[in-house]
């Protein structure tokens, strides 16, 4: 059996199983709909061809080469990928379930909403692909490359991707929940809207990014750099942060309540209509801040540095400090009347 049988079965789509098409060359084929089954493809070569919404199951793709190809909506299913060389080729919304594709090279190819499950992708380069709407779960990242890739609206769920190259990617709306973020630099790229919450980010770089509406919540973030980065109207909700820079960036209307924050510096940052409620800094700095309309209402600041700080109505209602200095400064508030009656109705219900 030989290539010319594969194409005779193209019209009835007939399951093809057990067949030896190593080497084989295919341009200009039209194998739409058809289901594979241990078919040998290695070191095959596909040109300008239509393998589109195929079914693969455990067929060997090793070193295979494919130009122009289309692939979309096709399900590979614990596939052998190795080494594999993809470029300019369409695999919008196909999946890859318990796949190797270590070593494999796909090339500016368009793979949006692609999806990749337990596969392994160890030193895999997608380097300038389409993958906008991806979700990628429970694989194996070490060493992958997504240089300019379009990763927006992308999901990386509870993966380490601390070995990972995102250069130049496009990461709005990236959503990196529950993963290891360790050593990766982010610096001056636009995140707005990236979700990182219930993550581990250590010795992360996000320095003069874009991080409008992330999220950051219930995570934990150790020496991150925010430096100058512009992180409005983000969620840094019950966060423990620890030795983090936060210096000349803007976090107006960011909600920190809960959060836990040592070491950090805040110095000459933009904290204007925060909601910081229930907090606690240790040792902060925040000389030099803006804290205008802010509300740390039932917050702690210990041994924080709070030298020249801006207040317009910032609020401090039952905040516990060792600077009360800073509750009778001109712009503080130091008991909020809405919040005092709430608290006496509170106190005299039944």
């Known amino acids: 059996m030989s290539k010319e049988f594969v194409l005779s079965k193209s019209d009835t789509l007939e399951l093809i199983r057990d067949l030896d098409l190593a080497g084989v060359s295919f341009e200009g084929d039209t194998l739409t709909g058809m289901m594979f089954n241990a078919v040998n493809f290695s070191d095959a070569r596909l040109i300008a061809s239509k393998f589109n919404d195929c079914l693969f199951v455990e067929c060997d793709f090793s070193r295979m080469s494919a130009q122009g190809t289309d692939f979309s909506r096709s399900r590979f299913q614990r596939c052998k990928l190795a080494h594999l060389m993809l470029s300019d080729c369409d695999l919008t919304e196909a999946s890859f379930n318990g796949c190797d594709l270590?070593?494999?090279t796909v090339s500016h190819c368009v793979a949006a909403q692609l999806d990749l499950t337990e596969c392994d992708l160890q030193e895999a380069s997608l380097r300038g692909a389409n993958l906008a709407g991806a979700n990628i779960t429970?694989?194996?990242?070490?060493?992958?490359?997504f240089s300019e890739c379009d990763l927006s609206n992308a999901v990386?769920?509870?993966l380490d991707v601390s070995r990972v190259s995102f250069d130049a990617a496009l990461l709005r709306d990236a959503v990196f929940s529950g993963c290891c973020v360790k050593g990766r630099q982010f610096r001056a790229q636009d995140l707005t809207g990236s979700q990182f919450n219930e993550a581990t980010l250590e010795d992360v770089d996000f320095s003069d990014a874009r991080m409008a509406a992330c999220n950051f919540s219930d995570s934990k973030l150790r020496r991150v750099n925010f430096a100058r980065a512009d992180v409005p109207n983000t969620l840094f909700i019950n966060a423990e942060i620890e030795e983090c820079c936060f210096d000349h960036g803007v976090y107006d209307?960011?909600?920190w309540n809960g959060a836990v924050v040592v070491r950090s510096g805040f110095a000459h940052a933009s904290l204007n209509l925060a909601a910081i409620q229930k907090a606690s800094f240790e040792r902060c700095e925040f000389g030099g801040a803006s804290l205008a309309f802010a509300d740390f209402s039932y917050s702690r600041l210990h041994q924080c540095g709070l030298e020249g700080v801006t207040l317009n109505r910032t609020k401090f209602h039952r905040l516990l400090t060792d600077s009360d200095s800073i509750k009778t400064r001109p712009g503080a508030i130091e008991r909020d009347d809405e919040l005092f009656e709430a608290e006496l109705r509170s106190a005299s219900s039944p």
């Open 102 to 104: 270590r070593q494999a």
């Open 253 to 255: 209307q960011g909600i």
């Open 156 to 158: 990386f769920y509870e």
């Open 138 to 145: 429970d694989s194996r990242l070490a060493d992958a490359d």
